[in-house]
């Protein structure tokens, strides 16, 4: 199977979309430009520096649709979708999080690559507004995994994918998700330092976090997770950024050994990153850390948004390309 190329590209989104291997563009924050084309998505989290599209190519001709809340594009190996549910139709962050996980898994039983080959999810992407208001059990990240949860359908509950759950400000409550699945299946990877999302006990919320730590593609490519400073289940260096980010490379290097040796030999040089900031005014600094301690780094982006628990201050997740 050929691999997803990602990439974080300047230029204007039409010149990108009219590229026949764009499978999916992201924009990032106010401006971004806009595009009603369905393999475009727009997040509403601001970035560091320049604005950068988050482009994924496969392998021309692409195709695409638009059914109901859900947006796809497809070529003969992979397949984008995204998911917009407006949390004031249906009640609040719980119920949009059942509906959107519902609507991923009936687009994944329903869809069919051109020769009628089922598709297999590979990695999922969850953004809300405020996901760190309200206490305790009440904060809205927790309803979404329980939402989360009851809308995974049995038919596609068998092992989890990789995953990123992050808190946008921008004060529009529509719930967005997307994903990467493909014509062949990947297998899940956790990670030694770290209990396993599923696993969480119950100090975390009622309804555990539903992923995996990362996917191995069946192309060899490893899809990191949102990946924090959590040790065992437990986050550490509260109010320590840099301790955080050091902890989280730390976290991000032991996956990659994990997931096996071609992938580790490739190691987190290759891995396009997002990073996930808590406050801006700390980029210039991470900047800084990161160009230290990932000298060879591919590429990154810096986004602002929130983690979901409110002890974390940074989170970071990836594409090995
Ligand atoms: C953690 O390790 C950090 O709920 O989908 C990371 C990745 C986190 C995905 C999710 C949550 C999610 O628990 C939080």
Not at 97 to 120: I, K, M, N
Not at 127 to 150: L, T, V
Not at 173 to 187: D, H, K, N, P, T
Not at 277 to 303: V, Y
Request: with cysteine; hydrophobic share 40%.
């Amino acid at each position: 199977m050929p691999p997803l190329q990602a990439s974080y590209d300047t230029g204007r989104l039409a010149d990108l979309l009219a590229e026949p291997d764009v499978l999916a563009v992201i924009g990032f924050g106010p401006s971004s430009e806009d595009s009603k084309d369905p393999r475009f998505l727009h997040i509403g989290l601001e970035q560091a520096g320049s604005n950068r599209y988050e482009v994924w190519r496969g392998v021309g001709p692409v195709r695409s649709g638009i059914e109901g809340n859900a947006r796809w594009s497809s070529d003969d190996t992979y397949l984008f979708f995204a998911i917009e549910i407006d949390e004031d139709t249906v009640g609040g962050i719980d119920a949009a999080g059942e509906l959107a996980y519902a609507e991923v898994c009936s687009l994944l039983e329903q869809r069919r690559f051109e020769d009628g080959t089922r598709p297999h999810i590979l990695r999922l992407w969850n953004y809300m507004d405020a996901i760190n208001e309200g206490e305790g059990d009440d904060e809205r990240y927790r309803h979404f995994c329980s939402g989360r949860a009851r809308g995974i359908t049995p038919a596609t509950r068998n092992g989890y994918s990789a995953a990123t759950a992050i808190g946008r400000r921008d004060g529009v409550r529509v719930l967005q998700v997307y994903g990467l699945a493909a014509r062949e299946s990947g297998i899940a990877v956790e990670n030694p330092r770290q209990v396993s999302a599923w696993s969480y006990p119950r100090q975390y919320g009622p309804v555990a976090p539903t992923f995996a730590r990362a996917t191995r593609t069946p192309a060899d490519q490893l899809l990191v997770s949102g990946t924090a400073a959590v040790v065992g289940h437990a986050s550490v260096h509260a109010d320590d950024t840099f301790a955080q980010l050091e902890e989280t490379l730390l976290n991000l290097e032991s996956l990659l050994d994990a997931a096996g040796s071609g992938i580790a030999n490739r190691g987190l040089a290759a891995t396009l990153l997002k990073v996930y900031l808590r406050d801006p005014a700390e980029a210039k600094a991470l900047e800084q850390h990161m160009h230290a301690r990932c000298p060879k780094l591919i590429d990154s982006i810096i986004l602002f948004g929130d983690i979901c628990r409110s002890d974390l201050r940074i989170e970071i997740d990836g594409i090995q390309v």
